[in-house]
């Protein structure tokens, strides 16, 4: 079986034909490993082929958005098997820091805001029009334009709200008030719509967004996840990596109204205290424990829609 982490810099550089070029394996996960090659250059590495498949299609799919979101995506400058039934994408490197680094400004909530305003519109857009037609897809996800993408579930608030308040008591973070938890969560979200069809990019952590100096959105990273389903899902990941605060600010914006914001912020405090126990009890060893417990902070911060 082929593994991704048994590839060292030599054969990074044969794979794709390098004299000299210095090389640098900067991130190794489950699904794939990531070099820079030079300063302007990103190798990513598919570890299966499960991943692969969804690397291909999302070199499609930013092809199909680029230049149509108000924030830039990678640019894929080549691709190929790196093993037999194995992808490799080579994108070019996007300015910027992570989300995780660096504060995002008023100017970059602009720009998030612009991005899920962009992302709501693809379902709306004229018969022929490849995004368009991949958010316009059947229930299967089988879009009639060359992007088919997957149909996202709505999330059961019921079962989500048991698994995260045994998610507290298991934890026991002295920094969250069990009272909070039990406020917050007491009442279910308000609905989705009965079959939301939004283009999500369904992963916007805060190592998949981009920061400049400014503040402003550099880049927006990592669309293998990318779905039809409850644009809630992508508040809440704004929640997580940039605080509920301005996540509620840049849906807002957006022209999302209350009930989908309190939706993503229900989905994003439930997703963090379930990540956090799952950590603290042993059934997720990859996920830094600081991270966990700044990403659960910043899901529960207030809002004025808590009051």
Request: with cysteine.
């Amino acid at each position: 079986m082929h593994q991704p982490a048994a590839l060292g810099a030599d054969a990074v550089r044969t794979l794709l034909s390098l004299d000299g070029t210095p090389v640098r394996r900067v991130a190794e996960g489950s699904e794939h490993a990531t070099w820079f090659i030079g300063d302007d250059r990103v190798l990513r590495l598919a570890a299966d082929e499960d991943v692969t498949l969804r690397r291909r299609r999302e070199v499609a799919l930013r092809d199909a958005l680029r230049g149509r979101l108000p924030v830039p995506v990678p640019e894929s400058l080549a691709s190929g098997e790196w093993a037999p039934g194995l992808a490799y994408t080579l994108d070019r490197r996007l300015p910027g820091r992570s989300a995780e680094e660096r504060q995002v400004s008023g100017a970059g909530e602009l720009d998030l805001a612009g991005l899920l305003a962009a992302l709501r519109s693809y379902g709306r857009t004229e018969p022929g029009d490849p995004a368009g037609a991949a958010a316009a897809g059947g229930r299967s996800g089988a879009g009639t334009g060359p992007v088919a993408l997957p149909r996202e579930p709505v999330r059961d608030p019921a079962g989500l709200r048991e698994e995260a308040l045994r998610a507290a008591e298991r934890s026991a973070d002295p920094a969250l008030d069990p009272g909070l938890v039990l406020r917050r969560l007491a009442v279910p979200p308000p609905p989705a719509a009965p079959d939301p069809a939004v283009l999500l990019h369904n992963d916007l952590k805060g190592e998949h967004l981009l920061i400049g100096d400014d503040g402003e959105i550099t880049g927006v990273l990592d669309w293998t996840d990318a779905a039809l389903g409850d644009p809630a899902e992508d508040i809440a990941g704004l929640a997580i990596s940039i605080g509920a605060p301005a996540a509620v600010r840049a849906a807002a914006l957006a022209s999302y109204g209350p009930e989908v914001c309190l939706r993503g912020l229900w989905l994003a405090r439930c997703d963090t205290l379930v990540r956090l126990a799952e950590r603290l009890h042993g059934s997720d060893d990859g996920s830094p424990l600081p991270l966990l417990r700044t990403q659960r902070r910043r899901a529960w911060q207030l809002t004025p829609l808590d009051l």
